[in-house]
């Protein structure tokens, strides 16, 4: 039995999110699907972390054990040409088998794009939140330090979120502009359900001035969902890497397609 790892990305608009459900299209139901057609087996996926409705990725990681024997390139061939337009396999490869897709991550990142101008872009649409109202990207920026480190955000998880703890450390958060993009990028050791929706939408209402910065503090001290702004929406919302220990050594290229799209503005 052999494991391999590959990474992923896809677009989320016409999935049901992530993980597979009765009577729903999802990312996981289409990936098993074309890689049954070229392993000739079912086969099960483990992801790194599992999106929902609507969100995107350019850096989802799965794992999968198969007896059957190709070469890294021809799975990735292989699996495109049984995958529908919106989802794609990156690179694949063959990994140790105690790695894990989720288990053995120690870090997962997500990028939020808005589209910040009075006028809806087309070709974003659905790639990018678009917000018309002007927003101070200085002033979002100022009011993200008080998440950094280790902290209780049950003020930001999902009602029903299933987690058993509402704790989760965040490593770094970065909010930048360039011309009418602003970028949101955060990194955690894992997140709650809908929890970086929840966190950018309470950067915009501090970014619109509708709320003074020392609010992100008063939000996450409060434990309360009520009192965070809106979920903003998941078009803008992507994960974006997954780290791994060096021991691994997955092919990682750190920012490619946010370097790529950014600095080409």
């Not at 057609?37 to 996926?45: D, G, P």
């Not at 897709?101 to 990142?109: L, Q």
């Not at 929706?197 to 950067?203: A, E, F, H, K, S």
Request: hydrophobic share 40%.
């Amino acid at each position: 039995m052999k494991r391999f790892v590959c990474a992923i990305e896809y677009m989320g608009q016409g999935y049901q999110g992530w993980q597979s459900q009765k009577n729903a299209r999802t990312v996981q139901s289409q990936v098993e699907l074309a890689l049954a057609k070229v392993a000739n087996e079912n086969i099960t996926v483990h992801c790194a972390g599992r999106t929902d409705s609507g969100v995107h990725s350019f850096g989802q990681v799965i794992h999968f054990d198969t007896v059957v024997s190709r070469e890294s390139f021809a799975w990735v061939r292989g699996v495109n040409s049984y995958l529908p337009r919106d989802i794609r396999f990156r690179w694949c490869a063959e990994t140790a088998n105690d790695f894990h897709a989720r288990y053995s991550a120690v870090a997962r990142k997500y990028t939020y794009f808005i589209y910040n101008n009075h006028v809806r872009s087309a070709i974003f649409d659905g790639r990018l939140t678009w917000i018309p109202f002007t927003l101070d990207q200085n002033l979002m920026r100022d009011a993200s330090t008080c998440w950094l480190g280790n902290n209780d955000f049950a003020a930001f998880q999902a009602k029903g979120c299933q987690s058993k703890t509402s704790k989760r450390t965040i490593f770094e958060i970065k909010v930048e502009r360039k011309r009418d993009i602003i970028t949101i990028t955060v990194e955690a050791n894992s997140f709650l359900q809908k929890m970086v929706r929840n966190l950018v939408g309470t950067l915009i209402e501090i970014g619109a001035k509708r709320k003074k910065i020392d609010w992100a503090e008063f939000v996450l001290k409060s434990r309360d969902r009520s009192f965070a702004g809106a979920t903003a929406p998941s078009d803008g919302l992507y994960l974006s890497q997954v780290k791994y220990p060096d021991k691994f050594g997955l092919p990682f290229d750190e920012h490619s397609f946010v370097n790529y799209f950014i600095e080409g503005l």
